[in-house]
């Protein structure tokens, strides 16, 4: 890094420093075309218009009806266009994907590579299912394509597993991954709120779409516990063979009970090398009040590693939103202007792997369960557990009227398919139970 | 990265995957000596002995009277030394610094570089103090520095601020930085413990050294917040000009007072730019129960940092210790083995400046004086804070007999100079109160 006299940043030029002073050489700007101007889009044009920075310049924004798009703070010497194919035959180098889905992006992303140019993108949908394809596209059309802002906004989690734990053997993960699912536990837990009323405020505030279907039932986070598997874990794995459970089970008295026995509830990724297989799952889990999971609020994400030599390692922030998505993005355009290999080419001694994917943890759970007034629950759930030589112990109940009861338990340390055989021999003796099962982290 | 078929972390090679199938190209092995077979030194060794990284091979083993520390375990091909120009004279491409202290570890160091080797090191004194001219030397030299490891341990915050948070624009950072004030304060806290006792108890486990006067002062700390303010915020600054206030006037009433206001007591390293102005302070401090710096016990460490665009993000783990201090070695081996560009080459945008040096942080103040039995102390404080148009808010007391009373305030938010005049005038009234005068942070 040179040592020089001014920087942009500050208002007036500065003393020179006594030593160590060198120009910084300038590298002519890498062009960039950014496709959709939506939230994202438009804060990464936010920061690239200003910040300075010398080595990026933006050309094109390309957006379907663009006109209604424009905005007057946007450097008049950006091209707005509803066209790909201008974009394709520009002389951009950068081609910047915003739309999300998987299409058109894969095609877009496609044709980029195809054309030379390197490709950053926040497609989290995309990266999880062909990003191994698209990432050879790449290799092979001696291009780039980074995708930094694909897993946990802001928060710089790909580079840090890519280089920054290099050296260590990382062997499980756990995330809290989907803003979304985020907002609506944490309001849960902070306001006491139903979740049908948490979901209506966060689609209120632009947290949740008005289809929530992919957050709440784990897909979106799958997508991204993939991408962190084959970073972290090296192991290839199909989002949607991740078992999930979705967050719309969860009821306040959840909360409280949780917070009986020291936790909250969020809906948690979670990935580890067990013996020959990976175990992953996503879904609503209970995890301990000082937990790193457990300090997330709103749109904050978490992922927390275990390596066999540096022990936990937690990188947190904002997950969601323009600004901290933008700032990935950014960061990915600096890493292909500055020429920093792409981090797919770096990890030439790793190579990935496919395992057989399992989701039978072994752990604590909590299981709710909801009934008319019947004094034996209690009894029928130690019955069933000391079947199986585990223990049940009483945490909470609510009498809501006769026909209302809601009953918690912590069970003791086991698979979770015995937990679940469990629950089934329950609801045997009574069909009218309706239990909430989750794990404790 | 290339999907194959066999991963060696896994016992046998498993069916290749249906696609994506590609062999992972190696490059030949970057020949590696060591310098120091200290406990990090012996860390690197072992993952590098355990862990098949293709790309790297230890070659040499450098240390003084060499033979006492011959181990059986290491490849019996690496060659044991105590001569350094064996190891200039040798064909290694990297040598990885692990003697600490500033001479001969620079010296070393700059000959390697002239030799045209790349250096890897942990040592954040040298790196404080003398980087910039190391790094431009390395880049004369067309050889590479790394230095991951001199900062935060097994934490890859050298990484995230280089890269993943480029695209932002920091303004600010906290951390707590040095691993034997944290082994010291986290256990005054959850032990109640003296000082002096904490003290010998880190001693005893090998957390603090016989003189542990450079962690306590600050001065540790100090070098690694001249390093991450150089890379976080662009400003280089004199490790040895910040303004730093020894941990040793902690009581373990204080953390009793602490807790009293929902806060606990750590070494926090504090940079900010303010103006024109650099605010750099390293010192012990107040910080909220549910933040990420009193989130840190024994040898954890954890930075905080402030983005205009993406906000706060977290990033903590294990900050001291063989293993963790070796994943960021290895990093940083692999790095230039993948020929990762030097961080300090890629971030050409950027350029470093000296700003002015300042500590005068406004923000709430915690006052605990000791004194006899002197009933108008609560009186005095709140006559004095009014005087400078602030308020002071009791919040313990403790009756050690007549002449040992100890009593907490926390004053509201005021310039640091402004409270420290508050403390003078209280003095001047009664000489013998001893005051420790510590930010909330």
Not at 92 to 101: A, H, P, S
Not at 177 to 188: A, D, E, K, V, Y
Not at 305 to 310: C, I, L, P
Request: proline share 5%.
């Amino acid at each position: 890094m040179a040592l020089t006299s001014y920087n942009p940043r500050f208002e007036a030029p500065l003393k020179r420093p006594p030593t160590g002073i060198k120009q910084a050489s300038f590298i002519s700007p890498c062009k960039i075309a950014i496709l959709g101007f939506g939230t994202v889009g438009r804060a990464v044009t936010r920061i690239l218009t200003e910040t300075p920075h010398p080595s990026l310049g933006l050309t094109h924004i390309y957006n379907r009806s663009v006109q209604r798009k424009r905005e007057s703070w946007v450097d008049e010497k950006v091209k707005w266009t509803d066209s790909f194919d201008d974009v394709l035959a520009s002389d951009t180098r950068i081609v910047v994907e915003l739309m999300g889905g998987l299409e058109p992006a894969r095609s877009c992303i496609r044709q980029a590579l195809l054309a030379g140019k390197s490709v950053v993108t926040a497609n989290k949908h995309l990266l999880a299912k062909h990003g191994s394809e698209l990432v050879e596209l790449a290799r092979k059309a001696g291009s780039r394509l980074e995708y930094g802002a694909s897993v946990a906004g802001g928060v710089p989690v790909l580079c840090a597993l890519q280089q920054g734990l290099a050296g260590d053997q990382l062997t499980k993960l756990s995330g809290v991954l989907n803003g979304t699912c985020n907002f609506i536990l944490s309001n849960m837990e902070s306001r006491e709120s139903a979740f049908s009323d948490a979901l209506l405020e966060a689609q209120r505030l632009g947290y949740a779409e008005a289809n929530p279907a992919d957050d709440v039932n784990g897909l979106d986070a799958s997508c991204k516990l993939a991408i962190l598997s084959r970073i972290a874990l090296k192991v290839e794995i199909d989002p949607e063979q991740v078992a999930t459970t979705p967050i719309t089970s969860v009821r306040s008295f959840d909360f409280a009970a949780a917070k009986r026995i020291g936790c909250t509830i969020r809906q948690v990724s979670h990935g580890e090398l067990n013996g020959r297989s990976l175990f992953a799952s996503v879904g609503p889990a209970l995890v301990k009040l000082d937990s790193p999971l457990a300090r997330t609020y709103d749109n904050q994400n978490a992922v927390v590693t275990w390596g066999k030599y540096g022990g936990e390692t937690v990188l947190s922030g904002c997950g969601a939103g323009g600004g901290p998505t933008a700032v990935a993005v950014v960061s990915d355009l600096l890493a292909i202007a500055r020429r920093v290999p792409a981090p797919d080419h770096i990890n030439c001694d790793d190579e990935l792997v496919r395992l057989p994917l399992g989701s039978d943890f072994s752990s604590e759970h909590y299981l709710r369960l909801s009934h008319g007034k019947m004094r034996s629950v209690s009894q029928l759930i130690r019955q069933k557990c000391k079947k199986h030589g585990i223990t049940a112990q009483s945490i909470a109940r609510q009498n809501g009227g006769s026909a209302n009861v809601q009953s918690a338990f912590v069970l003791s340390q086991c698979l979770h398919s015995v937990a679940t055989a469990i629950v089934d021999e329950v609801r045997e003796q009574n069909r009218f139970l309706q239990p909430l099962l989750l794990p404790i982290r």
